[in-house]
């Protein structure tokens, strides 16, 4: 009878141990966040259909520019870079996205993506990446940064470069003019 006992209790533990590990693993396979040693992710459906957004940002929310951006889906892998927003986005053939990386380190994976159908490219998807290790995930440091002049310039279409560079060229003092001469009066 004893022993009855024990055994009931043993399996009433193992049951709720797996379903408990279960739950946690459900839990992670659909989950909109993603924290890991790298980078936070956050998602979202939206958007146009089968089109990958990617919002690239530090700790301090400055865009990280120039960054390869490569998106793994279960029809192939579809590489971006981001532009002086941070922003990139790509169309992507498929069902599922199954991962993300920045500068050829994983920051987002969802390896039962298949299994689970979760995320769906057909209703678009949003992502904000927001990098622990910029150094690690981001371009080269000489550019990892958008300033403010830098992003207004882009989304202005101006030309990148010192102020020499988006003058006009000027004449030297005193030189001639290429003008035309006045007609006679």
Known sequence: MKNRVVIGWLVFFVAIFLLTFFGIWLRQALSRNDSGPLADVTWETGGEPEVVSVLLVDEQQKPLITTLITIYTD??????????????????????????RSQHHSVFAKPLAEMTGWPAL????????????????????????GTEEEIRAAQAGEVEGGEEEQQAPR????AADDAKPAAPQ
């Open 75 to 100: 029809a192939g892998l579809y590489d971006c870079t981001t532009n002086f927003r941070g922003e990139a986005s790509a169309r992507c053939e498929g069902t599922v996205l199954l991962g993300i």
């Open 122 to 145: 057909a209703e678009g998807l949003k992502f904000k990446i927001v990098a622990k290790r910029p150094d690690l995930i981001a371009a080269d440091q000489d550019y990892k940064y």
């Open 171 to 174: 004449k030297p003092s005193g």
